[in-house]
C-alpha cells in the first residue's frame, strides 16, 4: 500500500520525538506527549502489539489524550529522582498539573493519570481510542460495574483495556470523549488497567499508596549513585532511564521502548528495538560498574547468563526480554509512519546475524562485574569458557559488524578487536582472580588477533585503522581501541585514528557512525549523527589526553536532550532535533561511561553539568 492513500492516513499528527516523555512499570514503557496525549504503549510488555499507536500514524489515531480546550503553554518534570511525570497546563483561565506515572513493583499493569486544579477553572478535552495489535483490532467497548462504580471496558481477543475513575467520557464516533473543568484544589484520578481478556475486572488501584510507593522505591534505587559532580542531574536521569527499559522479572533490558521511528524522517531506516541486544546489556552492566553500583548490576549479568546458555554456536545478537529467540521482521502496511516514514517493522532480521564484536562485548563486562567485586560462580565462568571457545576457530571469519550491516559480511576492525578484548579479560580472569583456563592458548590467539589488526586494519599512510580490511574508510566504532585497552588511548596510532573520525565523520561537530554513502551497510537513504559516538569522542579526547575538547564536546551533547533530559538515538543538527527510537538506551548508557571517563581526569572534572 502506498504512503499518502486513504487507508493510511493518520487522524491525528505526532508530536517532534523531544516532545515525548516515558513513563514506565519495568515491563513496558508508555510515550506521553508535551499535549497530554499518550501516543505509544504496548501492554503488557516492551514488545507486545501496541494498543495506542498514533505515534506511527495509526489511521484512527489511538491514543489516550487529556488536553486543554484552546491556548495553553506547558511546563513539565520528573519528581526528583523518579519517572514520575508532571506537566502543568497554563491557559487563559487558569492552571492544571497532570501526574502521570505506571505503578512498579505491584505486579500489574496500571497507567495512573491524576488531575489536579492549581488555580482558576482549566477545560480539558478527555479523548480515548483504544485499538489493539498495532491499530488493526476495533475493540468491543462498553460500560459495567466493578466494586458498585461504573468502569468502561475495551475487549478484544487476548486483550482487555479497562478505565476508571469518577466521571468517564462517552462513546462518540469510535471513540470515548468528554470534557473535563477542573477547578482549582479539584482532584480527579483515571486509571487505565490491562488484564488477560479473560479474566474478571481487576481491583480499583489506590492511587495515593502507589504514587508514594512508586517515587520511593525509584529514590531509593537511584540513592547509592553519587548527588554531586559534573553531570550528575544527566548521569541520573540517564539510570532512571536504564531503569525503565529494563525488564523487572528477567533483567533484559530493551534498546528502545519504540519501533520504526526514523534514522531520517521519510526514509526506510525504520527498525524495531523493543528487545534486547546482548551488546546494550553488556554495556549496561560495565555503565552500573564502572558508576560504582556493581551489585545493582547483578540482575543484567544474570539475564546475559541466561540468554546466552547453550552451545556457543548457536549464540544469537539479539533476544526478547525473556530470552526468546524467534523476532521474525515484518511490517505494518496499514500504518503510515512516524512523520510518514515506511516501512513500519515489528521484529528485527538482524537477529541472524554474526556481529563478532557481541562475545568480546559480553566478556568485557562480565570481566568489569568480576573486578568490581562480583564474585563468579561456577556456571558463571564456565559459560565464559564456553563463549571464548566457540571463539577460538571463528575469530578470522568476516560478520555483519557493530552496525548491523545488511550488505555483505567483511573483516570489520572493531570486531576484531573486541574479539581481541574477548581472550584478553579471560587471560585477566586466570591471572587476577586465580580462576582455571587454557591461559596458554588464550594468549595465542590473543596475539594472533593484534598482530592481524595492526598487519590489515590499519592504514599507515593516513595514520588510522579502517573500518575493515578492505576499505581505506573510517568507522566511529574505531573511537573504542584506545578505551577497552587495545593500545593506550594517547598512542598515536589511537591520536590518528581520532583525528581520521574527526576529518571524515563530523557533521555539525557530531559524530556519524560511517560514511552511508560508501554503500557498506546496503540500505538506501542517510542517516544523522549517531549521539553515542559523539559520547565515545568525549571519552576518547579524555583518554588522549585532550580533556578540554572532551568537556566542550560534552558541555555540547547535554544540552542537545529534550527538557527531561532523554535522548534519542541520532541527532539531526540541521533541524535541530532527535531523531531514531526514543529514549535510546545505548546513548544513554554511552552518556553514563563519557561522564565516568571524564571523572578519571582531574582537568576533566571542571566540566559543566
Known amino acids: 500500500m502506498a504512503p499518502g492513500t486513504d487507508d493510511t492516513t493518520p487522524a491525528y499528527t505526532a508530536l517532534p520525538i523531544a516532545d515525548y516523555a516515558i513513563i514506565g512499570d519495568q515491563h513496558t514503557v508508555a510515550l506521553v506527549g508535551s499535549n497530554g496525549s499518550i501516543d505509544w504503549l504496548c501492554f503488557p510488555r516492551f514488545d507486545s502489539p501496541s494498543c495506542f499507536s498514533a505515534l506511527l500514524g495509526d489511521p484512527d489515531g489511538s491514543r489516550w489524550a487529556l488536553t486543554p480546550v484552546g491556548e495553553y503553554q506547558t511546563s513539565r518534570r520528573y519528581r526528583t529522582n523518579t519517572n514520575v511525570l508532571e506537566t502543568s497546563f497554563t491557559t487563559p483561565a487558569g492552571e492544571v498539573r497532570i501526574t502521570d506515572l505506571m505503578p512498579a513493583g505491584d505486579r500489574r499493569a496500571d497507567v495512573v493519570r491524576r488531575i489536579e486544579g492549581v488555580s482558576g477553572t482549566v477545560t480539558l478535552d478527555h479523548d480515548l481510542v483504544i485499538r489493539f495489535d498495532y491499530g488493526r483490532i476495533k475493540p468491543w ?213 554474526r556481529q563478532g564484536d557481541v562475545v568480546g562485548e559480553v566478556l568485557c563486562a562480565l570481566a568489569s562485574a568480576r573486578d568490581g567485586g562480583l564474585p563468579e560462580t561456577r556456571d558463571s565462568w564456565s559459560l565464559q569458557r564456553t563463549l571464548v571457545k566457540g571463539l577460538m576457530t571463528t575469530w578470522n571469519l568476516p560478520d555483519h559488524g557493530i552496525w548491523e550491516i545488511r550488505g555483505p559480511q567483511r573483516d570489520f576492525t572493531h570486531s576484531r578487536v573486541m574479539m581481541w578484548a574477548a581472550f584478553d579479560r579471560m587471560i585477566s580472569g586466570v591471572e587476577r582472580h586465580g580462576l582455571d583456563g587454557p591461559v596458554e592458548s588464550w594468549r595465542r590467539v590473543r596475539d594472533e588477533i593484534r598482530h592481524e589488526i595492526l598487519d590489515r586494519g590499519f592504514d599507515t599512510g593516513r595514520n588510522t585503522f579502517t573500518q575493515h580490511y578492505d576499505t581505506t574508510e573510517v568507522d566511529a566504532s574505531l573511537l573504542l581501541i584506545g578505551l577497552v585497552g587495545f593500545l593506550p588511548g594517547d598512542d598515536p596510532r589511537v591520536l590518528g585514528t581520532i583525528a581520521a573520525v574527526e576529518a571524515d565523520l563530523l557533521r555539525d561537530g557530531l559524530v556519524l557512525r560511517y560514511r552511508t554513502e560508501t554503500g557498506v551497510d546496503g540500505i538506501a537513504g542517510d542517516e544523522h549523527p549517531f549521539l553515542p559516538c559523539s559520547f565515545w569522542l568525549v571519552a576518547a579526547r579524555a583518554a588522549a589526553g585532550r580533556q578540554p575538547e572532551a568537556v566542550a564536546l560534552m558541555d555540547r551533547l547535554v544540552g542537545l536532550s529534550n527538557d527531561l533530559g532523554l535522548f534519542s538515538e541520532e541527532y539531526d543538527p540541521e533541524r535541530g532535533q532527535l531523531v531514531g527510537n526514543f529514549p535510546q538506551a545505548f546513548t544513554h548508557l554511552a552518556l553514563v561511561q563519557a561522564v565516568r571517563r571524564l571523572a578519571t581526569t582531574r582537568s576533566g572534572l571542571r566540566g559543566g553539568g
Open 141 to 353: 467497548v462498553h460500560r459495567d460495574l466493578a466494586a458498585g462504580q461504573q468502569v468502561i471496558v475495551a475487549v478484544a481477543g487476548p486483550d482487555k483495556l479497562v478505565l476508571a475513575g469518577p466521571r468517564l467520557p462517552y462513546a462518540t464516533d469510535g471513540h470515548h470523549h468528554d470534557q473535563l473543568e477542573i477547578a482549582a484544589g479539584e482532584v480527579l484520578d483515571l486509571t487505565l488497567t490491562w488484564v488477560p481478556s479473560h479474566r474478571d475486572i481487576p481491583p480499583r488501584v489506590d492511587v495515593d499508596d502507589r504514587i508514594e510507593a512508586t517515587v520511593s522505591a525509584q529514590r531509593a534505587w537511584l540513592a547509592r549513585t553519587p548527588q554531586d559532580g559534573p553531570y550528575a542531574e544527566h548521569v541520573n536521569r540517564s539510570l532512571l532511564t536504564l531503569l525503565a527499559l529494563t525488564h523487572e522479572d528477567t533483567g533484559g533490558i530493551v534498546a528502545a521502548p519504540t519501533t520504526s521511528l526514523p534514522e531520517d524522517p521519510g526514509g526506510v531506516r525504520n527498525w524495531d528495538y523493543r528487545y534486547s541486544w546482548l551488546r546494550d546489556a553488556a554495556l549496561t552492566v560495565e555503565a552500573m560498574i564502572t558508576h560504582g553500583e556493581t551489585e545493582r548490576a547483578l540482575p543484567w549479568r544474570n539475564w546475559l547468563l541466561r540468554a546466552v546458555a547453550g552451545d556457543a554456536e548457536d549464540l544469537q545478537i539479539v533476544y526478547a526480554v525473556d530470552g526468546s529467540r524467534h523476532l521474525v521482521e515484518s511490517e505494518l502496511d496499514h500504518l503510515a509512519g512516524y512523520a510518514a516514514s515506511r516501512p513500519v517493522r515489528i521484529g528485527n532480521a538482524a537477529v541472524d546475524q
